[in-house]
């Protein structure tokens, strides 16, 4: 129990821990959508609290992951134009694009800012009347009220030099693309806790009936993931598939409505391509018709932009829970966060950079090369 | 990138719109949206995800989880980003 001061109540933690080892009678794959979670799972060793025999992999909950290379590669256009004030959270600066990333760009001369939250990137656009500011809307539904929000008060203040990049993911069509896949290997979920703060979790219910699937809303300490396991693999041992809420301090069914309201004045919608996944339908917003001057792809009439996947990376494979990323021939040598070939090293939340920055490839004795893992 | 951390409301300008408070997170302040709030109140603790208010939060909660994430290092590090120049 050596790992244990890295939680808020380690006699919590322990007692968890020692309870998910009773219960658990056989092996059992569980995923963990949300990249907040693989960071706190990965730093805090939380998986050596737990039977060898439960075996968890990490989801495509990374927005920065799964923002396709495409959209990584329209930025880098837009911010290198010299009218643009481009700004973004501050993770996706350094995401490599097919020859450069906006850090270089904005190194080069470009006016590329890192902003707190998308209202900053309004309040730019406001005092810089001659320039066109452009935010990098990217996230999860967490992310999109903000961003509803953003294009909402640029709409309402009337302004004609702010728009945004759009590449909104929503988690539940995700979790049914993985689940209907042949490959399929996950047999229960934790599902994002802020997520569902903002969408509350009725969409979860019919999934976790039509796949036999248990789903329980969990949240980021590592306590909260222990607690969220425990409540899954009860589940799983006794044949339930139910939706339940390990999050409950933060997270109603209903979840937040009045930002739910605001995601729907704004957005609808829409299909959307997952890097290392390929489009899903239905699994993304796009601003709506009445909105589509703030889309920056129409403003600056990008058109269709192509460009290539390195193809050492596996990163398909790890998003979808089918490989670890030790397993991967590129990692900790090709591929580093100083270098990296795919997304999920670039992010800290990010499989392959949360490995990495916390040295649990040692889990695999096989160390490097390529292992597919068949259940 | 979905992480979102409580802070302590310190001010709230009413004539605004949207409406914004200044919210403290463990000294940082940062300009934050109480618009998907309402109910919110001065010295409320709300959880907030990049400038925006989701849900209160349990004084007793939000302390330990501040106190954690400042153990934790890197969750605060969003917040460091100054405010629009």
């Keep these: 129990m050596k790992y244990l001061d890295e939680f808020r109540d380690p006699i919590f933690a ?9 219960v658990t009678t056989r092996p059992w794959t569980i995923m963990e ?12 060793g939380l998986e050596n609290l737990l039977p060898s025999s439960l075996s968890i992999v990490h989801g495509p909950g990374c927005p920065v992951c799964v923002t396709p290379l495409e959209m990584i590669e329209k ?16 993770d996706m600066l350094r995401v490599p694009g097919s020859t450069s990333d906006l850090l270089t760009v904005k190194a080069n001369g470009g006016d590329v800012r890192i902003v707190y939250s998308p209202l900053d990137a309004v309040t730019i656009a406001e005092k810089n009347p001659d320039k066109e500011v452009v935010f990098f809307a990217v996230g999860f539904e967490t992310t999109a009220p903000a961003n509803a ?60 009936k039509k796949y036999n699937v248990p789903i329980v809303v969990t ?27 390990q999050y409950s301090r ?26 290392g996944i390929g489009e899903i339908p239905k699994s993304g917003y796009s601003l709506k018709k009445e909105f589509i001057h703030f889309d920056a792809e129409e403003k600056f009439s990008l058109g269709i932009v192509s460009v290539e996947e390195s193809p050492l990376c596996i990163a398909g494979n790890i998003l979808r829970g089918l490989n670890k990323p030790f397993e991967c021939s590129a990692f900790g040598n090709q591929c ?11 992010s800290s939340e990010g499989a392959c950079a949360a490995y990495y920055n916390y040295k649990r490839q040692n889990v695999a004795s096989s160390g490097s090369g390529m292992v597919n893992k068949k259940h | 990138m979905c992480l979102a951390i409580p802070g302590r409301i310190e001010y709230i300008d009413a004539a605004s719109n949207p409406k914004m408070a200044k919210v403290n997170f463990g000294g940082i302040i940062k300009n934050v949206c109480l618009d998907f709030l309402p109910e919110a109140g001065l010295h409320d603790y709300v959880l907030v995800h990049v400038g ?8 007793k909660e939000a302390l330990e989880t501040i106190e954690l994430f400042k153990q934790m290092g890197d969750a605060l590090d969003e917040l460091k980003e100054g405010d629009p120049a």
């Design chain 1, 336 to 346: 580093t966060p100083e270098s990296p070939l795919g997304a999920p090293m670039v």
């Design chain 1, 219 to 245: 949240g980021f300490e590592p306590t909260d993931i222990l607690h969220g396991i425990l409540m899954l693999v009860t589940q799983l041992e006794e044949g339930r598939c139910e939706l339940e809420n």
């Design chain 2, 52 to 59: 925006v208010a989701l849900t209160k939060v349990d004084e």
């Design chain 1, 149 to 208: 929000m953003a294009v909402w008060q640029a709409h309402k203040k009337n302004l004609k030099n702010f728009s945004i990049l759009c590449s909104h993911v929503l988690v539940p069509p995700a979790m049914e693309a993985l689940l209907s896949s042949s490959t399929n290997r996950v047999q229960g979920f934790l599902a994002a806790g802020h997520v569902c703060t903002v969408m509350g979790y009725e969409e979860y219910i019919p999934l976790a």
């Design chain 1, 250 to 275: 933060m997270v109603k069914k209903e979840g937040n409505i009045p930002a739910q309201q605001m995601i729907f004045n704004v957005f609808e919608i829409s299909h959307r391509k997952w890097r």
């Design chain 1, 33 to 44: 959508i949300c990249g907040g979670q693989t960071h706190s799972i990965v730093k805090s």
């Design chain 1, 75 to 90: 930025a880098i256009l837009i911010a290198r134009k010299p009218n643009v004030i481009f700004t973004s959270f501050g």
């Design chain 1, 14 to 22: 322990k007692s968890l821990s020692e309870n998910i080892h009773k």
